[in-house]
């Protein structure tokens, strides 16, 4: 499967943006998808994930009652609508799929396969 990331941009602190990463190759169906995210010197880290087929979502804490992912199906499109952002939520953000992946590694970026390109989030104070 395909991966597009796309959706990043400049926006103000307190400012919302979606994110959206659509498959190509086949469909969602079966996976989970989720979003990480990267700064300059650090490590990928986990930012949300979805379980296609049961919708069940997952979050870090850091962005909880901030940032929401869904899916379309029609689309086979998975969002994630990304608000009250902060300085701190800069970074390139990247989707990434799996269908073998264990509910106790959904934090985890080796547990997944497949990578789309990132996409940049820059938010101003």
């Not at 079966?30 to 979502?57: D, L």
Request: proline residues 2%.
């Amino acid at each position: 499967v395909q991966l597009q990331a796309s959706g990043g941009g400049l926006v103000q602190a307190g400012g919302s943006l979606r994110l959206s990463c659509a498959a190509s190759g086949r469909t969602f169906s079966g996976y989970v998808v989720g979003w990480f995210r990267q700064t300059p010197g650090k490590e990928r880290e986990f930012v949300a994930g979805i379980k296609w087929n049961s919708r069940n979502t997952y979050y870090a804490d850091s962005v909880k009652g901030r940032f929401t992912i869904s899916r379309v199906s029609a689309e086979n499109t998975v969002h994630l609508q990304m608000n009250s952002l902060r300085p701190e939520d800069t970074a390139v953000y990247h989707c990434a799929a799996s269908r073998t992946i264990i509910q106790s590694s959904i934090e985890v970026p080796s547990a997944y396969n497949y990578w789309g390109q990132g996409t940049l989030v820059t938010v101003s104070s």
